[in-house]
């Protein structure tokens, strides 16, 4: 049985930093890409990044991140990570870690919630200014 376990989350000031991260378990792990998203009260669920399977070679932020994220993967270990940095109140939402459809080639498309099918409960990021 699949299961994705968000952690990290929490309440910081303007320009601060957090680290979340996602376990994973009951399947290959290395062997699908991931992505995370997050969701502000009142929009849409958005993909913020996402991370090609193995060793995580390839990956795809959101324009609006402006380089401030990074996301890696030890799947030696089954974990999914976001490094957030220079945090501001516009990124203050609950974050997802999802499962993607497998290989690089297949993630490239894969943009929308529906292309991705497993999902972790969240963690909630809330930036003060």
């Known amino acids: 049985q699949v299961h994705l376990v968000e952690s990290g989350g929490g309440s910081v000031q303007a320009g601060g930093s957090l680290r979340l991260s996602c376990a994973a378990s009951g399947y290959n792990f290395s062997a699908y890409c991931m992505a995370w998203f997050r969701q502000a009260p009142g929009k849409e669920r958005e993909r913020v990044a996402t991370?090609?399977?193995?060793?995580?070679?390839?990956?795809y932020y959101a324009d609006s991140l402006n380089g401030r994220f990074t996301v890696s993967r030890d799947s030696a270990n089954n974990m999914l990570y976001l490094q957030m940095s220079s945090l501001q109140p516009e990124d203050t939402a609950m974050y997802y870690c999802a499962r993607g459809p497998g290989p690089w080639r297949m993630c490239r498309t894969a943009v929308t919630t529906a292309d991705f099918d497993y999902w972790g409960q969240g963690t909630q990021v809330t930036v003060s200014s």
């Open positions: 991370i090609s399977n193995a060793g995580g070679t390839s990956t």
